[in-house]
């Protein structure tokens, strides 16, 4: 798909649309009723607005921008709902991964490729402090983009919450938990939290996990790279529900 929308009447339209935008990049003195508009609409639907040097925006599309560009998903986001019917589609248990400040490309696009060979219902990211479905993240996918829905959310620990009156556990990785992923149940309904790649889960969404669960490490190295985690873990769920197979 489109990777940049530029210019005033046609990100104004594409908003009007509902088209799933990343980000809009404004040059830095640009004013007026347009530009009034397009800002109301983008923090209306939690889409993040970022000043820049207007050479930035030129060595993005040229100069034919007008002063504004956005920043164009490769694939359109669904709700929570979506992700939760596709479980009762297949008559599973939901699987759903969620994402704290996950901010680099590469690793979304990681995470979507174990997610979709591990048979998770859907991936949770945050409108904001949050990498997107972006073309970068389409290509560290290697396609698995177009196979797991990815549902974009303006408040997480909402999301955690409204999840957890449908049924769904909600359990995070977190490297401090007295919990080791081994000693966990993991076969019920549940959505798998884990943090971004600094600083591991936040916590004000820690607190609202039913509980924590952590990978063993044996080494001198005390953490994995996020998309490296997760996949261990997924592929926990897959093997606790293997042996719980008819």
Not at 135 to 141: D, G, I
Not at 173 to 184: R, T
Request: with cysteine; glycine share 8%; charged share 25%.
């Amino acid at each position: 798909m489109t990777e940049t929308i530029a210019g005033r009447n046609q990100i104004r339209e594409a908003l009007r649309a509902g088209r799933p935008l990343n980000k809009i990049l404004l040059a830095s003195h640009l004013r007026g009723r347009v530009v009034k508009e397009i800002t109301y609409m983008a923090r209306t639907n939690g889409i993040p607005i970022q000043r820049v040097e207007r050479a930035v925006l030129d060595n993005l599309v040229g100069d034919y921008h007008q002063g504004i560009i956005a920043l164009a998903a490769a694939k359109g986001y669904v709700d929570v709902d979506y992700i939760l019917d596709v479980a009762t589609k297949k008559q599973e248990n939901p699987f759903i991964i969620m994402l704290d400040q996950v901010e680099d490309p590469r690793n979304l696009g990681a995470i979507l490729r174990s997610a979709d060979a591990c048979g998770a219902h859907g991936v949770i990211i945050p409108r904001r402090r949050s990498v997107g479905l972006t073309p970068a993240a389409a290509k560290a996918s290697a396609g698995a983009m177009e196979y797991v829905p990815v549902a974009r959310v303006t408040n997480l620990a909402r999301a955690m919450d409204d999840l957890k009156a449908k049924g769904v556990w909600v359990i995070g990785a977190d490297g401090q938990s007295e919990k080791e992923v081994y000693d966990a149940e993991l076969t019920m309904p549940l959505v798998l939290v884990l943090g971004g790649e600094d600083k591991g889960l936040t916590p004000f969404i820690k607190s609202h996990c039913d509980y924590t669960i952590k990978l063993p490490m044996r080494g001198h190295i005390n953490s994995l790279n996020v998309a490296t985690a997760a996949t261990v873990l997924m592929y926990e769920v897959v093997r606790q529900r293997g042996l719980n197979r008819p």
